[in-house]
Structures are given as C-alpha cells and as structure tokens.
C-alpha cells in the first residue's frame, strides 16, 4: 500500500535540525527489542570488531552512533575506554539505564555517555589530546543523515568532523548497507543480519525515492512480531516502524571519506567482515569501511 504523502519517518518522529528518527520514542523501544539482548552481539562481529581494533593498538574509542548503547557495552566489557554519543536522547536513554544498572564495575562506571550531534560534534565532545585511538559508527547509522539541501554538504561536514576526533595514526571504522545492490535490484541482499542476535520475526520492506533521475533516500518498512509476556494468551503484537536512509553507493562514499581526511589516509573496505573484493560472487548486506588516519 503506498501513502497519499511520501512519509520519510514514521509518524511523531521529529524532522527539525539533525533528524532524529526515534524522537518518538516507539521506534527507539521496538529498535531495542529488534536488536536482542544488549549483551550479546554475533560472535563474528564481536570477534572481528574487538580483534581489528587491539590489531591497531587502539585504547579509546570513541562511538559516534551509540543508539541503545549495544557496540559500546560490548567494547566496555572488552576493557577498552569508550566514549559514546547519539543524538538521540530516546535511544541514549537504553544506554544510561545500562550504565547505571553496572556503576559499581569500574569500567562501567567510568563509561562517558553524551548526547551529540555530528554536524556540532567539536561542540559536543571533549576530544583527548591528539585524538582518540579509533572512531566507529556502525549499524548503518551514518546514513540515517539525509542530503535535504541536494549537495551532501551536511555529510561532508559531518565526516570531516568525525575524521578531527581521529588521531593521526589512528582509525575510523564505519559502515553502510550494500545500497548499489539495492538500486540495482530494489531489494536488500539475502542474508542474516551480521550485527544482530535476534529471535524476533521480521518482515522489512525496501523502497527508493528517486529526484531528478537520482537515488534520494532508501524508507525501509519494518514489521516486527512482539511476543506477549509469558502467560499472556494473546497473541503476537505485530509493531511496524519506518526508517530512512540516504543510499550511499560504495566507490562515492570512499571518496566522501578521502575527502574528510584530506586525502591523508589509508582505506580498506569489508563486505560483511570479509575483505572485499569487486564483483565477487556473494553481494555482502554491509560495506565496512577502515580509515587510517596517516597524518
């Protein structure tokens, strides 16, 4: 069923400034339940996430899309020094709870959690020294920024902003889903989700704005089976949300990222945490991009 008006966002969820697309709260709530226990992420991520970064030395990290707080509770358990921020206080709601459910571990109580806002984020976040050891921004999270003004100016501001928290040396890891296949094809390629452990069913329905003969945003429809509490005899609850992504294609988001560090750096790109080859057999569902911050 298509709507009379073109909806980027669900319902109540705010369009103003940095677009915080679970403002509402709900989508935030079923977000949380979509994406399992916080505790637990696939053993494939985990493993290739916590060995990439002890690999390049790295001690502070810093999330820039730290949601519900999952990648950065995995890391604090992981004994690395984590700074994590959102711009979304209903998402960074889950992460505070967490945070002060575990303050008598150090390593939780010593976790610094902020609301921020990537194109302000020299403002938002006390940078240490040269910078920190690695910045990550995963789970698709940088693509919820739209290019409203047509020229990606905000993305642009938004990277290189993210690049200056990087130290010289140091790296940036951050990821987008594989939306050349979507283009291509309108649908989000075949496969398990690689950073999610969840036992929700789930149905996710794909569509592409196009403006002026281009890819403009990608809406993805979510609907999602929530169990009753045990002992209930109702059935499921089906929760439906919708999330919008600008559809970065890979070749043009590594040259955004060369840009942002001015040239002075070094990339490697992953597809589902394998390295990437071009026209490989298997579309990957996530391009992982590694940064090295040369100068």
């Known amino acids: 069923m298509v709507d009379s008006v073109y909806r980027t966002r669900s319902l109540g969820v705010a369009a103003v400034g940095l677009p915080d697309q679970y403002a509402d709260g709900k989508a935030a709530k079923v977000w949380q339940l979509y994406i399992g226990n916080t505790r637990k992420r696939t053993e494939e991520y985990r493993s290739w996430l916590v060995s990439l970064l002890r690999q390049h030395g790295c001690v502070s990290v810093l999330d820039v899309a730290c949601g519900t707080g999952v990648d950065s509770i995995m890391l604090v358990q992981e004994g690395f020094k984590m700074v994590s921020v959102d711009a979304s206080d209903k998402m960074l709601k889950y992460a505070l709870k967490e945070r002060w459910e575990r303050r008598k571990e150090a390593a939780f109580d010593q976790w610094v959690i902020e609301e921020a806002n990537w194109l302000t984020l020299a403002d938002d976040v006390q940078k240490p020294g040269?910078?920190?050891?690695?910045?990550?921004?995963?789970?698709?999270?940088?693509?919820?920024?739209?290019?409203?003004?047509?020229?990606?100016?905000?993305?642009?501001?938004?990277?290189?902003?993210?690049?200056?928290?990087?130290?010289?040396?140091?790296?940036?890891?951050?990821?987008?889903?594989?939306?050349?296949?979507?283009?291509?094809?309108?649908?989000?390629?075949?496969?398990?989700?690689i950073y999610y452990q969840s036992d929700l069913k789930q149905d996710i329905s794909t569509s592409v704005l196009w403006v002026n003969n281009k890819p403009h945003m990608v809406t993805l429809d979510y609907s999602l089976e929530i169990p009753q509490p045990e002992g209930e005899q109702w059935p499921p609850e089906t929760s439906k949300f919708r999330l919008s992504y600008y559809p970065h294609r890979l070749e043009s988001f590594r040259e955004l990222l060369k840009d942002a560090f001015f040239g002075k750096c070094e990339q490697s790109v992953f597809g589902d945490f394998k390295p990437y080859k071009p026209n490989q057999g298997k579309a990957p569902c996530y391009f992982i991009h590694v940064v090295k911050k040369t100068a």
């Not at 693509?143 to 902003?161: I, M």
């Open 130 to 193: 040269d910078g920190f050891d690695a910045v990550i921004c995963l789970g698709n999270s940088f693509a919820h920024l739209p290019d409203f003004k047509g020229d990606q100016s905000d993305q642009k501001l938004a990277l290189q902003n993210i690049a200056s928290m990087v130290k010289p040396g140091g790296i940036l890891i951050i990821d987008h889903r594989n939306y050349d296949y979507i283009l291509e094809t309108g649908l989000a390629p075949q496969g398990k989700n």
